[in-house]
């Protein structure tokens, strides 16, 4: 009898490739994968550990489908950042869990299942950080069938002081060229027509070694027959370069929007988090980009209450947000993380100030979002179709400028019939703080 196997995954989009490589793997080994847990003879919860949230997250998670263990036969298998930071813990501390998994042995899903059954012993298989899986293994998509993530590196070299993925997942490290452009051609034979790319810095594709930069990749990927938007996630400002801006403005393919996280806007601030880039330099950036791309949707993440923050650089923050005026922004309040060299920073901030902070700048963006989208009422946007809204009568799904999950929803309103993945041309007849509504038009 087949065994039944069921997955839960956590955190970010890159952690999300990981699982549907697992799954690929179980499939391949002739499981059957089921949906709820309580079918499930093996559940895997692969885990985040990025700030405290996820880790609790994560852990709640564990113990929540460990109360799907049906009998003796059944197991449960930890994988990812958790697994990776906490595998002793994990091992001593949660008896529910009979497999752990790091980052880099997602591969060894099948091995260790078996194992387990074999010798009725638990199995902790956590290989060192900067190890990795050299060989390319195709994924069973878990997002619709004509959008997904592509994950470009793994790793990071920056070592921010209030980061610890270096040490989950290891050293920067892009896969080969030839290897990304066969996936894609395998995406979008299979009806793929959007690719949004991942890594933890994808601007810094190929400076880890070799010859190939993110501009070459863009124009392979954007050869490809099928694929109709590529969307830019996670680019760090100090390596988006005059070169790749000339990319994002003159291929069609690539959507105008781009992921740049910032974390802050203060040289202060910036140097304690050991980030490389300065208010300076991003400001010019920003003008760069909007004079290269006019219609340019930028999106970034914001901290706030970082060790030694003061007022004045909360202010600069804030004044820098309200000026600039960015499509999207996501705001969170600095997580002490231990192994961090922020964790033992003097003059660590109060949650209270963080979360007023938080609240401030959360509020300052409502607003400006609310008027950038009234701004573009009238406008002609390319938006793809996600499926029909019975209450609205229309259809829903997102305009170029949102990436799944993550940013708004586009209202869409069509004469015809649409299907899940249709890419239309709408023009924006009413705006929301953070939504759009529009009709399909031709052209």
């Known amino acids: 009898m087949k065994k039944k196997i069921g997955f839960i995954s956590l955190g970010c989009a890159k952690n999300l490739t990981d699982t549907e490589t697992m799954l690929s793997l179980v499939c391949d080994g002739g ?6 847990p309580e079918d499930a003879d093996i559940i895997v919860v692969n885990t985040c550990a990025f700030i405290d949230s996820a880790k609790s997250e994560s852990i709640e998670a564990i113990l929540e489908m460990a109360q799907y263990k049906k009998n003796a036969d059944s197991v449960l298998v930890v994988t990812g950042c958790l697994a990776q930071r906490y595998k002793e813990q994990i091992i001593t501390e949660l008896p529910e869990v009979d497999i752990v998994l790091g980052t880099n042995d997602y591969n060894k899903i099948l091995s260790a299942v078996n194992k387990f059954y074999t010798d009725g012993v638990k199995v902790c298989d956590v290989s060192d950080a900067d190890a990795h899986i050299t060989e390319y293994i195709p ?24 980061c610890i993925i270096p040490k989950l997942r290891g ?34 594709y190929g400076r880890d070694g070799g010859d190939n930069n993110l501009c070459q990749l863009l124009k392979g990927l954007s050869a490809i027959d099928g694929i109709e938007w590529i969307r830019l996630q996670y680019c760090y400002p100090e390596n988006i370069t005059d070169e790749l801006i000339e990319e994002i ?3 069609k393919k690539i959507v105008k929007y781009i992921d740049m996280p910032l974390q802050h806007i203060s040289d202060n601030v ?44 909360f202010e600069q923050l804030r004044d820098f947000l309200q000026k600039f005026r960015l499509d999207r922004v996501g705001v969170f309040t600095y997580s002490r993380e231990e ?3 922020a964790y033992t920073m003097p003059d660590q901030i109060e949650d209270s100030v963080k979360e007023e902070r938080l609240s401030v700048l959360m509020e300052q963006q409502q607003r400006i979002s609310n008027e950038l989208n009234s701004e573009k009422i009238g406008r002609v946007v390319q938006a793809i179709a996600e499926g029909y809204d019975e209450a609205n009568f229309c259809y829903v799904g997102r305009s170029f400028a949102d990436t ?7 209202y869409i309103y069509s004469s015809d019939e649409l299907s899940a993945g249709d890419i239309v041309n709408i023009k924006i007849v009413d705006a929301h703080e953070y939504d759009i509504t529009g009709e399909v038009v031709e052209g």
């Open 404 to 410: 799944p999950d993550v940013d708004g929803i586009t």
């Open 31 to 36: 499981m059957e994968v089921v949906a709820n």
């Open 339 to 341: 192994d961090t060299p």
């Open 249 to 251: 403005a003159s291929n």
């Open 171 to 204: 050293k920067y490290r892009s896969r080969p060229m030839a290897e990304i452009l066969d996936e894609a051609e395998s995406l979008a034979s299979s009806g793929v027509k959007e690719l949004i790319l991942v890594a933890q810095d994808t601007a810094y």
């Open 270 to 313: 910036l140097k304690r988090m050991g980030r490389r880039s300065r208010r300076a330099e991003v400001e010019k950036l920003i003008s760069s980009l909007r004079t290269a791309v006019p219609d340019i949707a930028i999106r970034t993440s914001i901290i706030v209450g970082f060790p030694g923050e003061t007022e004045d650089d």
């Open 139 to 162: 994924r069973v998509l878990s997002t619709p069938s004509y959008s997904a993530y592509i994950k470009i590196a793994d790793g990071c070299d920056n070592f921010c002081t209030y």
